[in-house]
Every structure is written in C-alpha cells, then in structure tokens.
C-alpha cells in the first residue's frame, strides 16, 4: 500500500479534519487524523495491516503490541497478517500497563504498532511496559507518522504515510490567538 493510497483512503473515508484540535500530545493542530474512520472497514484494515507487516518479514518476533484505544485494531491487523499473538496495553489511573490477564514471556521479541504517531509518548510508554514485562521490542510501526522526525525513539519508526502537519504548545497556538474553538478528539481523557 503506497503512502498515496493510504492518504487518499483517509480522504476518501473523512478520516482527515481540518480545524483546531487539542491533540492526545498536548500539542495543538490544524490537521487530525481519525484512523478509526478508516480501519472500519474490516477488508481495509486488514489491507493496512498486512502492508504494516511487510516492514519487519526479516525481523524474528514473537507477537505484536499496542497502546489502546488507536491502537488496538491497527494491532490486532498487523499481528494476523504476521501470524503472532496480539497484546494491548492501556492506561490505569494515567499509568500505561498490562492488564486482562495478558504477559509476556522473558525474551519474547515484539512489534509495537500504532495507528498515529506525533510525539511517540505512547510508543515510549509501550517500549518501557514491555522491556518491564520481560519483552525485546524489535520493531515500530505505524499508519500515519506525522513526527516530521523530530523525535527520538530507540528504532526506526516504518510509517505507511508520514506526513508533515504543523503543532504548537498551547501558548504559542496562531489559532488560539484567533480564538478559534478547541476540539479535542479521540479517546484519551474522554
């Protein structure tokens, strides 16, 4: 899946908004992508998936996992197209973890997949969750990576589109200053 397949889908499927958004970061937008709009569709996000996958066929690993909400389907995709055991770990009174009776196995070589990456806090929370579980993260993935490269994560991050989107802090925001309303979408803090 080329990266202007995907981001005609996002398009196409009104997965792509335009306006002022409080992102999960902290960072404020003018752009938001909902994958969920486009991994509805089972025969779509199963596309997704599988061309995730193809980034780490020379990669031994063990299973795939991901930080809910954004990233559980994305995850569960990318483990079926690879064939391995699929884990979420999600946020407990703000504290990212393993729960539902998941683990892992002391060595097991894991994939982190994500639906967006902006500033890889979640991608960092998930690395310290599994390496504290016993795990070896051995590959990063993600639908969009809008980071413009500006962060620093311990392996290469393979994006299907990685595109560059504007964000400020809240303070230096143009379309605060215009007093444009805030939306914050998304899972996190709702």
């Known amino acids: 899946m080329t990266e202007d397949k995907v981001l005609t ?7 792509l908004h335009s306006g002022h958004f409080l ?7 003018d752009r938001y992508f909902q994958c969920a709009r ?5 025969d779509l996000a199963r596309e997704v998936g599988a061309a995730m996958g193809q980034f780490f066929t020379d990669t031994p690993h063990d299973l795939v996992v991901s930080p809910a909400m954004g990233g559980i389907l994305i995850g569960h995709e990318v483990a079926r197209a690879l064939g391995r055991r699929f884990v979420f770990t999600e ?4 504290q ?3 729960r539902r009776g998941f683990s892992l196995e002391n060595g097991e070589k894991v994939i982190i997949a994500e639906d967006v990456v902006t500033r890889g806090t979640s991608l960092l929370e998930v690395i310290d969750v599994v390496e504290k579980a016993g795990g070896k993260v051995v590959g990063l ?8 490269g500006d962060v620093e994560l311990p ?12 964000t400020w802090q809240a303070e230096d925001c143009p379309l605060c200053a215009e007093g444009q309303e805030l939306i914050k979408p998304g899972s996190r803090g709702n």
């Open 23 to 29: 992102l999960s970061s902290g960072l404020h937008s």
């Open 155 to 166: 392996l290469p991050l393979h994006a299907l589109a990685k595109v560059q989107v504007q």
């Open 91 to 94: 946020r407990k009174d703000g």
């Open 141 to 148: 993935t993600t639908i969009i990576d809008r980071t413009g």
């Open 96 to 98: 990212m973890m393993i």
């Open 9 to 15: 889908l996002m398009e196409e499927l009104g997965a």
């Open 38 to 42: 486009l991994l509805q569709f089972p």
